[in-house]
């Protein structure tokens, strides 16, 4: 199939802040080593092969890091080396590797080479700094000729390998590890998140993902909030209220506790118990009683408070203890973490004594099954303080009031800081973060011995989790609805409590290794974001084909979201890949990350309506990783990707991990934002133009309110882009300047709808230095946040080629009457633009331009690609479309006259082959035409035959009439243009013709 004819003008970029291919080679082995690779400079300046390299930004980061120089590349002749007793975790890794970066390793035992990546257990291996925590958790990662994972537990291995993960994912091919050496550890005990399944069902799906997803940070603790009910139903009225129990038993016994709507059964927690084995994470399942227990109760309404109509237990039944114990009992034995929680939260004040009595029969009795007991804190509110508790429960410090964290640090109770003010989230509530936690806050100011306002020492408190609670029951969410609010919490606050220090980096470098290191692997459902990562994406989730992909590998993998999906071609013959945008589009480029089996280039090409395209740019890939090219603001549907042919000779395709179409360039990223002011340092308006919707700009409480930023130069744009956190503008202006001082307004917007939001406000075309955007209210009062101030020339600028065709083909898509091909030239430069096209057949190379003067009836046969292009100056663009067509010429429309016999001399005479002796009148005459398939107006003397379409085999054939005149006759041949094709000689007997 042909392809675009290569065009030069366009520019080839990298994205802003993606890191530049590994440039040093390592240095710490003497030899080249056989077997595997070693990352080379592609444009090594002087010394930098002697550069130390810095820290790794992992997730949580690194404690130390030991930079040596040069990197080790890893290729499919490396191996994952294991000593026995962590094959699994071996074997693991190496499905991860596969999923993560392509590479496809063996799990192997013995001795190391290099190339290989060793996982070592050593069970004697201690850190001082570390200590205890380094003990159970912490690893050691070292890289020279081969990468070495070693810790004390499976835990510190299974550690290591995810820091490992990260670090090769963000390489340029996901294959290359910086040279040097890591002793990591966290600082705190539990890092975790709770999920409360008990008032929403979350599949077990969901629930396998979470663990995954949580492994991968190295988040250790996942309580799991079984039972629940709402808390204010309608008439008070708890034996109507929506209720969950989420475990379901065979035992008939226990009949009617587990909910319709959802539970787990003994299989699905084994599999969740089996998952969290061997990543490192601790369910702890919670079945809360005696409050919170409208489930329950109205499973046995006997033992309920009010005559059952309560979400509490009558504690003073024994009957309420033996069926408290017999759940307990039940479903203690299928779970194997270390852990169980009882809840004991926000029961009755008034019955203290009978709580407090349970409390301890309670932790006593958890115990007797083996297991640590857990609870909620509420003896300062249920007690007036912890004497005559059980003091070897551990604590969630929930509530400053209830019982705080400074209560529990004087008590000398172990406690996990969960404090509602700073780390519960109720989804889409008006209380309690209900659009997710503040994560920028977090990163840049929280510890985990911090929460509502109180501070503890960090060697009292055993670590933090963050909370989801579904206090909303009758709205309607989904799962994944609560994920996109709280997804990004997850390596906020591993990071903060694994390295409870002052990061090290930017909330807005943090973000962006985020987006590049992902969730980690083996996700089913998480990793498929509602919103593109990419700045400026606009193909997210669009429909992606491609001429050919391997099996398991279709191009639909390139736009869903996903990190860790990819196209594979399959074949080394040229592929391309179309994306459909749904609609009419301003775009600006394409971004893509490609594998290791990268291609040599491609073209790009954009349709309006999949079947005129336009040649937009040419572009050669220098290796894997990212890729960019950008082009001037044009208007497309569609957008393809062409002529994909692998660069190494050897392989057997192309592949990529996604394909990204652009917006055009985004004018505010980088610029100089000012502001009225800030809420706190933490919130620049810088953070408004980094490109990072992760960061934001927080405005001053008071009087006037605006941000604005200088592009540096006077630059055209037409399009400002407004991404609202939760306190939104309300009614605010858009205005513009050339010296920062005189200001035009250009947009005017009011009552805008309160909650988060984007506003893409569009105008005429301005030139201008300045924007700003001034705020006269705001939708949650003095609160006034704005994540990012994007500024855009969305005006199709350049020259542009269009094509059209009129006509109708078969169902075979054949044309069977020529089509009428239409040209048009648009954009800037379009006044005055020339237009040409050229018609290529199957097979054949040369292109023969012809000026265009207006619609062209196509002919031919076969599928041929109709070439168009407008030239205005120095501007050309080129495009084509490809038509099938199988149609015979059209007789020309006009007479042309007789050729003087005059004129018929030796200068025009042709050889086409007429009969080398006389015939009869009525015979047939076949003669050979200069062209087939091509009409020739047939004169035979002055008497006229008519119009004669030229066959390729058989030449023009017709019949010598028996009135022609005897003897030699001229037969002459006009073409279409009215032009003398040539003549020649026929012999014609006399008389009339034979029978």
Known sequence: MPHPIPITSQSSTRPPSVPTRWATTLTAAAVMISGFGLATPANAEEGTQNAVNTKPAVIPSLHTWTGGTGSLELSNSSRIVVEAGLEQIGGEFSDDLAEMTGLDLDVVSGASAPGDITLDLVLEDQHAAGGQRYAEEGYRLQTDTQVTISAPTETGVYYGTRSLLQILVQSEGRNVVPAGSAIDWPDYQERGFLLDVGRRFFTPEFIQDYIKMMSYYKLNRFQIHLNDNEIFPEHEDFTQAYTGFRLKTDNPAFAGLASADGAYDKADWDSFEGTAATRGVQLVPEIDVP??????????????????????????????????????????????????????????????????????????????????????????????????????????????????????????????????????????????????????????????????????????????????WNDLVNMDYTEMDVHGLIERSFPTIAQKSWAAVDPDRTFAQFSATLDTVGMGPGLDLIDAKGTSTVPGEVSAGAAATATASAEGYGPAHLTDGKSLTRWESGTADATDITIDLGKATKIGGIQCEWAQNAPVGYGVETSADGVFWNRVAQHDVEGPGPDQVTFGTREARYVKVAGLTPADADATGVGAWSLSVMAPKNLAIGSAATASGVEAAGFPAAQAVDGNSSTRWSANYNGERWIGTDLGTAQKFSEVTLKWEGASAKDYTVSVSDNGTDWTVVSTQTGKAAGARTDV???????????????????????????????????????????????????????????????????????????????????????????????????????????????????????????????????????????????????????????????????????????????????????????????????????????????????????????????????????????
């Open 291 to 468: 409050a919170h227990s409208a489930a329950i109760v109205n499973w046995k309404p006997s033992i309920g408070l009010n005559g059952g109509n309560s979400d509490m237990l009558d504690l003073s039944k024994p009957e309420t203890i033996t069926t408290v114990k017999d759940i307990f009992n039940e479903f203690t034995p299928w779970f194997r973490g270390e852990e169980v929680h009882f809840g004991a939260d926000e029961y009755t004040r008034s019955l203290g004594n009978v709580y407090r009595d349970f409390y301890n029969t309670m932790g006593a009795h958890v115990r007797s099954l083996g297991k640590q007991p857990v609870a909620w804190g509420s003896q300062t509110v249920m007690s007036g303080g912890i004497a005559g508790y059980d003091k070897d429960v551990i604590i969630n410090s929930w509530n400053n009031g209830w019982y705080g964290l400074k209560t529990a640090e004087a008590d000398g109770v172990k406690f996990i800081n969960t404090n509602d003010a700073t780390l519960y989230v109720v989804p889409f509530a008006n209380y309690y973060h209900g659009n997710g936690l503040n994560n920028q806050s977090l990163y840049q100011t929280w510890t985990p011995n911090e929460g509502g306002g109180q501070t503890v020492s960090p060697s009292s408190v055993l670590g933090a989790q963050f909370a989801v």
């Open 761 to 995: 406000i569009s105008f005429d075309p301005v030139t201008a230095r300045h924007v700003r955007v001034n705020v006269q209210a705001s939708t949650l009062g003095v609160y006034l946040s704005l994540y990012e101030l994007e500024i855009r020339n969305t005006a199709v600028n350049g020259l542009n080629v269009s094509g059209s065709l009129e006509g109708v083909p078969n169902e075979e898509g054949q044309y069977e009457t020529p089509p009428a091909l239409t040209l048009t030239a648009s954009g800037a430069a379009a006044a005055g633009a020339s237009l040409d096209y050229a018609v290529q057949t199957e097979g054949s190379e040369e292109l023969q331009w012809i000026p265009y003067t207006g619609p062209v009836a196509l002919e031919g046969q076969g599928v041929a690609t109709v070439h168009a292009r407008a030239t205005s100056g120095s501007d050309v663009s080129e495009g084509y479309l490809l038509v099938n067509l199988n149609t015979a010429p059209q007789e020309p429309g006009f007479t042309p006259p007789a050729p003087a016999m005059g004129a018929l001399n030796e200068t025009n005479q042709a050889d086409l082959d007429a009969p080398k002796g006389p015939v009869n009148g009525g015979e047939h005459v076949i003669l050979t035409a200069p062209a087939a398939d091509t009409w020739y107006f047939v004169y035979v003397e002055s008497s006229p035959l008519g119009w004669l379409l030229s066959d390729a085999d058989a030449g023009i054939s017709f019949e010598l009439a028996a009135d022609h005149q005897a003897g030699a006759q001229k037969v002459s041949l006009t073409d279409a243009d009215g032009e003398l094709a040539g003549w020649d000689h026929v012999v014609k007997k006399g008389g009339p013709a034979r029978p």
